[in-house]
């Protein structure tokens, strides 16, 4: 570094001399990996002082006849891309879990969904095939409302019936804020625009309910934050396409992308569009495989309980 260095200055130098009356002496500053700043002088003595992590060094006159150079020798993430459920929020046991249980009661059914009865019943996709799946086989033989109802189309309307309810609940306790952020999404979020990065939703999931998370949990940062959801892309997770659009449309390269997820699935995706990611395991994730994932953490972390910063997703950075 210190040759590479020497013959920058050494150009730098013979540019800049006919601008100095007197010959001062020419300093090259490098941007060290983790906040240090290398000083280089004339004479190739080379010293570091100790600065923020957060500085970003310019190109500017520090004093009279004495002019400073910055190479930046790490790259920042050009968009930091969140996918919804189980990382912007405990969707699954804090949102769906409770609407389910809410849809039973309201229907007259003592039915109630615990947080580990709702994991096994993950395993079944779709809730109104999980619905089905539980009433064959987890309830009481003579229990509501398979006792009453024997005819399977019947049965089969009861569930949509269900279901069309659940889902129109799930969204009023979204927009009644009853969807709590999980640990650190809003100070990452919030670092990232901060410091000039893109970021955005990126979810599989029904697009009014992301949306209303996104509008409601965050509203500071909503009109910058846009979401890609639904089914705006035909092939789900763990195809790569969702995050390739969402790249694409942010106008930002794959490469220079960090990724939020919390599921094998999603953490495939991600990985198959080429970008970095970070998992951060959810309740009803924290046993899948995270093989590839460049970090893995039970959460993001509030501030001052921190599990990686926005500095900390450089290229090179803590890790990776």
Request: glycine share 8%; hydrophobic share 35%; proline share 4%.
């Amino acid at each position: 570094m210190a040759t590479h260095a020497a013959s920058l200055l050494n150009k730098s130098h013979h540019h800049h001399h006919h601008h100095r009356r007197n010959h001062h002496s020419s300093l090259l500053l490098l941007r060290g990996g983790r906040g240090r700043q290398i000083i280089i002088d004339d004479n190739n003595q080379s010293k570091q002082k100790k600065i923020s992590s957060t500085t970003l060094i310019n190109s500017k006159k520090m004093k009279t006849n004495t002019t400073t150079f910055a190479l930046r020798n790490v790259d920042y993430p050009e968009a930091i891309l969140f996918d919804c459920d189980g990382v912007l929020c405990e969707t699954e046991r804090d949102g769906h879990r409770v609407t389910f249980n809410k849809t039973f009661k309201e229907n007259g059914l003592d039915h109630v969904w615990d947080v580990e009865l709702y994991g096994e019943l993950l395993k079944i996709g779709g809730g109104k095939e999980r619905m089905t799946h539980y009433f064959d086989t987890y309830a009481k033989k003579d229990s509501e409302p398979w006792n009453s109802t024997k005819d399977p189309e019947e049965r089969k309307k009861l569930v949509a019936r269900f279901h069309k309810r659940k889902t129109e609940m799930f969204l009023e306790v979204v927009k009644a804020g009853e969807l709590p952020l999980r640990p650190g999404v809003a100070r990452l979020i919030g670092e990232a625009l901060e410091h000039g990065a893109k970021v955005a939703v990126c979810s599989t999931s029904n697009e009014v309910a992301v949306q209303g998370i996104v509008d409601t949990m965050l509203p500071q940062y909503a009109s910058r934050m846009p979401v890609f959801a639904g089914d705006i892309v035909p092939k789900k997770k763990p195809s790569p396409d969702i995050y390739l659009l969402a790249a694409k449309t942010l106008g930002v390269d794959p490469a220079r992308c960090v990724v939020i997820e919390d599921t094998h699935i999603g953490l495939r995706a991600a990985k198959a569009a080429g970008m970095r990611c970070c998992v951060t395991k959810s309740i009803y994730s924290e046993d899948e495989d995270f093989t590839g994932a460049d970090a893995v953490f039970d959460c993001l972390g509030d501030e001052g309980d921190e599990r990686a910063k926005f500095h900390d997703l450089t290229t090179p950075g803590a890790f990776w």
